[in-house]
């Protein structure tokens, strides 16, 4: 289907209920089992709700907010909010009522969805800071406070009273006169570098996203099962998973919590996903965990299947030459070594997106070896978010693709990427001066380096305001050398200091099962982790891997000294944004003592004590 011959989201929702009535559009998790939706049922409710938010008082303009993770509900209530001409303003779950708070005011949203009574509680407790909201709405049923009450998304939307065919009319009416330049949504930075930003973006920036998306791939989605558990709040799961899935007639599941997603996969077998890098780490940690175990002779199977699966991967996919003999060796091991492990994963995944940072060349690679592609990409909330994308025929490990359709590239002197395109935002909400300072001729400023080369794939070296300027004017991206860092598997986490410093130092946190495994093979004795961790072999064991990888660095590369700390980094604790990305600035401030102490030290491998989160 061409998305952009529609004037709306919601318009593509209408025609495909006719078009696919009976096909499932959504299935969720409820005590236990996953139920569905068809395209006719889901969309039925979206008109219950919009009908309820007619009556409310909601009109065309107003901001609505949606405080939750992903579910139903979300669905439900973003469809709602947009076939009434509402703008969707979404909160991360993950956010303290305090930040809520700034979204709500800063938008001006009057009517609030809230996923549970954890997340209604939030709102409670700032209640005295956001004046101007009039409704709480929550998914689940619940007593709330007298002063500060809640409706249920299925009181507002009086399911039990069927739509009339005045009620479905009016709000179909309401459907089609919204238009590709109406605004559909406003985003909110993360903050890592300050207060957040409100990102206007439009039916428009979103549709052809979405649709340039789905056309770089260069493959059909069709009887698509997509499995959503990045946050909705976050532009790459909504236009690439939620927005593209139910946009072209597929089937959009949404796991049950980040931590169950592996789990999840064996349930819904889904055929394709949106990720960040951290899940293939987890993924590419967890195959090598289990050969560590396996005895030598399956390991040489193993070490030789990805041998051959690294040649094949690169002839076929990257310089396209013919296989001949190689192809058959391949299909050979795929059979008695990676459909195992694809089965792990439900067995029927024909490809991931992966997006939000740069994935390192080397889990990319494996993705591919294993068959299980992941095609990178490139964008900012700002850019709806697609700006390049890798595709079919367009593939280079450690490249995130070139420009989509419609969108022009360029590098300024210093080497910022710089965009010009139709998914590239209205503008910063309220906020003229932020707006003026993004854009440069018409060019937007993405914030991120990168190279181009001569074929017209985009390398990101890293984010500009996290370069590392040496007190020697050397200029370091930190992010490749944690990307190499997090390869080694007594490593869960890393993030590395120098700015302004004569030389760089880390702070890691330990893959802890791995540490209890080298700790009984060299029958080391202890009480607990915190004990473990400050052992002396333990603290060697991780200076010379250290070592290792400083010698193939440059001197002014290399890590000096490093640090250990229990607690990994998590959203909970303040280190990551809701994406999984790290906030540099927090985590120095947070560990400042102890990158202090490693500039005063004298020795290599200073063991951190624990800081709770």
């Known amino acids: 289907m061409n998305i952009m011959s529609y004037q709306s989201i919601p318009a593509i929702l209408k025609d495909n209920a006719r078009k696919y009535g009976k096909r499932t559009a959504i299935s969720y998790k409820q005590k236990g089992v996953y139920l569905s939706l068809t395209y006719e049922e889901f969309y039925e409710r979206v008109l219950m709700l919009a009908r309820g938010l007619q009556k409310y008082g909601v009109l065309p303009g107003d901001k609505v907010a949606i405080f939750s993770e992903n579910r139903l509900g979300w669905a439900i209530s973003d469809f709602g909010i947009q076939s009434v001409g509402g703008i969707t303003v979404p909160i991360y779950a993950t956010n303290t009522g305090k930040q809520a708070a700034y979204v709500l005011n800063h938008s001006e949203a009057s009517v609030v969805f809230c996923s549970t009574k954890g997340q209604y509680e939030k709102l409670y407790s700032v209640k005295d800071q956001i004046p101007d909201v009039e409704l709480v709405v929550s998914y689940e049923r619940f007593l709330g406070h007298r002063s500060f009450p809640v409706y249920t998304q299925y009181q507002l939307s009086e399911v039990e009273t069927p739509l009339s065919l005045e009620d479905t009319q009016q709000i179909e009416k309401q459907i089609d006169t919204i238009t590709q330049d109406d605004l559909i949504t406003i985003i909110y930075t993360s903050g890592t570098t300050g207060v957040p930003k409100g990102v206007l973006l439009s039916q428009r920036n979103i549709m052809i996203n979405a649709e340039y998306g789905a056309r770089q791939l260069g493959m059909p989605l069709k009887d698509e099962t997509t499995l959503s558990f990045l946050p909705l709040s976050h532009v790459l799961e909504r236009t690439g998973g939620y927005y593209s899935t139910l946009m072209h007639g597929n089937h959009i599941a949404f796991a049950e919590k980040p931590a169950a997603v592996m789990e999840n996969m064996v349930e819904v077998r889904p055929t394709s996903m949106v990720s960040v890098p951290r899940l293939f780490e987890k993924i590419y940690a967890k195959v090598y965990e289990s050969v560590n175990k396996m005895p030598p002779w399956r390991q040489k199977i193993f070490y030789k299947a990805v041998e051959v699966g690294r040649e094949y991967v690169n002839k076929k996919y990257v310089s396209c030459e013919p296989l001949g003999l190689l192809n058959i060796q391949y299909k050979f091991f795929d059979k008695l070594v990676f459909k195992k492990i694809r089965d792990k994963f439900g067995g029927r995944l024909r490809f991931f997106l992966c997006g939000g940072a740069p994935l390192d060349k080397t889990i990319n690679e494996f993705m591919w070896i294993i068959g299980l592609p992941v095609f990178s990409g490139y964008g900012l909330t700002e850019t709806s978010p697609v700006v390049a994308l890798s595709g079919v025929g367009m593939v280079r490990f450690d490249s995130v693709g070139k420009a989509v359709l419609e969108t022009e590239l360029k590098l300024a002197e210093d080497g910022e990427l710089l965009v010009k395109g139709p998914q590239v935002m209205l503008g910063y909400y309220k906020n003229d001066e932020a707006t003026m300072e993004s854009f440069e001729d018409g060019w937007f400023k993405t914030g991120d380096i990168a190279t181009i080369d001569e074929e017209g794939f985009v390398y990101i070296v890293d984010r500009k305001k996290e370069l590392i300027i040496t007190a020697g004017g050397k200029n370091i991206a930190p992010q490749p050398i944690e990307n190499e860092l997090k390869l080694d598997k007594y490593i869960s986490q890393a993030i590395v200091f120098g700015d302004r410093k004569p030389y760089l130092v880390a702070i890691i946190t330990p893959n802890i099962e791995q540490v209890i495994d080298f700790a009984r093979e060299q029958k080391i004795s202890y009480i607990d982790v ?34 250990l700390v229990l607690n990994d980094f998590s959203i909970e604790g303040g280190e990551l944004t809701p994406t999984l990305k790290l906030k540099r600035k927090f985590i120095l401030d947070k560990y400042r003592g102890v990158v202090e102490d490693l500039y005063l030290s004298k020795g290599e491998g200073i063991i951190a004590p624990q800081i709770k989160n």
């Open 530 to 563: 915190e004990e473990l961790v400050v052992n002396a072999q333990v603290k060697e064991l991780y200076a010379n891997r250290i070592k290792e990888l400083n010698k193939s660095y440059p001197p002014y590369k290399t890590i000096k000294y490093f640090a």
